[in-house]
């Protein structure tokens, strides 16, 4: 077979499938959060006196409460609009699992291609060391400037937060080659520069963390949002290890 | 188990450096991946976002 369209075989068994798993542990886990937040948000959206509004954090419009227009005006306008939006229930889990394999197979085509540059995965347990890459560069690394958010928390403009994300994306993976491939003391040190520098930099954060969202909701929301990940990577590298064996083997 | 140490074997010997017909591919990959993710999960279109909303919240990327 051709080696382009191996390279995508392989990663979309390894995105489908990964996407699926994540979609079963997000309606198990992270989803049911998210709705809860949603009840705060409508919550503090129809009560002018809730701590969002008053602190000048928009509310979290998806486009139903007409009323909530007038607080999304406002500045950190956290804001859905009137858009098209999947309906409640089956189409909304629907298209939640659509993402979840189509960007799995995206994140797949990455670890599989970046993985080719040092000679191709060998074996699922090789795949598995480079999905923890994955975690580390695509959540752990971005998470600790942008921890995982709830609907209706303030945020920064997002333009500028996609940026920064991209970056330490960017800076981490980098890190990472020079850590394990490069070898040598002057990589090493730069590496950890790569490693540190977006946080020393900073995140860009809002005026206010101010929100209607409980702490303690938001927490938990943080750890599953880490350990959901982390199993999507796992398997993601696990899988696309296995088949890259089966499709491309040592061509 | 006899066949698996035959393959690394093998494996050290064709873990050979990139070629340039090997590296066309890669980048595509690679680059038809980085198009995939930011259109999902980056994209500014209202639809895109609202449909895309609960992964993305999931997924802990930038959002709204």
Same mark, same amino acid.
């Given at each position: 077979m051709d080696y382009f369209r191996s390279i995508v075989v392989v990663a979309a068994i390894a995105g489908i499938v990964a996407g699926i798993g994540m979609t079963i542990a997000q309606q198990l886990v992270t989803v049911p959060m998210i709705l809860k937040a949603e009840l705060f948000e409508a919550q503090s959206a129809s009560d002018g006196s809730s701590p969002a509004t008053a602190a000048g954090v928009a509310a979290h419009d998806h486009g139903a409460q007409s009323e909530a227009h007038g607080h999304a005006? +406002? =500045? /950190?306008? *956290?804001? *859905? /609009?009137? /858009?098209?939006?999947?309906?409640d229930g089956i189409e909304r889990t629907a298209f939640t699992l659509l993402a979840n394999v189509v960007t799995g197979v995206g994140f797949a085509l990455l670890l599989v291609a970046a993985s080719e540059l040092f000679g191709g995965l060998a074996g699922w347990r090789q795949g598995v060391f480079w999905g923890l890459a994955g975690f580390v560069i695509f959540t752990l690394a971005p998470g600790l400037g942008l921890a995982p958010e709830l609907p209706a928390m303030p945020a920064a403009e997002l333009g500028a937060r996609q940026i920064w994300w991209v970056g330490t994306v960017v800076s981490t993976a980098l @890190?990472?080659?020079?850590?394990?491939?490069?070898?040598?003391?002057? =990589?090493?040190? %730069? @590496?950890?520069? %790569? %490693? !540190?520098?977006?946080?020393? !930099? /900073? =995140? #860009? +954060? #809002?005026?206010? *963390?101010?929100? #209607? !969202? #409980?702490?303690?909701l938001h927490h938990s929301f943080i750890v599953a949002v880490v350990l959901t990940t982390l199993v999507f990577w796992g398997l993601l590298g696990g899988l696309a290890g296995y088949a890259r064996e089966r499709f491309i083997g040592h061509a | 188990m006899t066949t698996r140490s035959t393959k690394s074997a093998s494996d050290q010997n064709s873990a050979v450096a990139l070629t340039a017909d090997r590296a066309v591919p890669v980048f595509m990959a690679a680059l038809l991946g980085i198009f995939i993710i930011g259109g999902v999960g980056f994209s500014h279109i209202e639809a895109v976002h609202n449909a $895309?909303?609960?992964?993305?919240?999931?997924? $802990?990327?930038?959002?709204?």
């Open positions: 005006e +406002q =500045a /950190g306008a *956290h804001d *859905h /609009g009137d /858009g098209w939006a999947p309906a @890190a990472l080659w020079l850590l394990f491939y490069v070898k040598s003391l002057p =990589a090493t040190v %730069l @590496a950890f520069v %790569l %490693l !540190i520098a977006p946080h020393v !930099i /900073g =995140a #860009p +954060q #809002p005026a206010s *963390h101010e929100s #209607p !969202i #409980p702490d303690n | $895309a909303h609960d992964y993305r919240h999931s997924m $802990a990327f930038p959002c709204h």
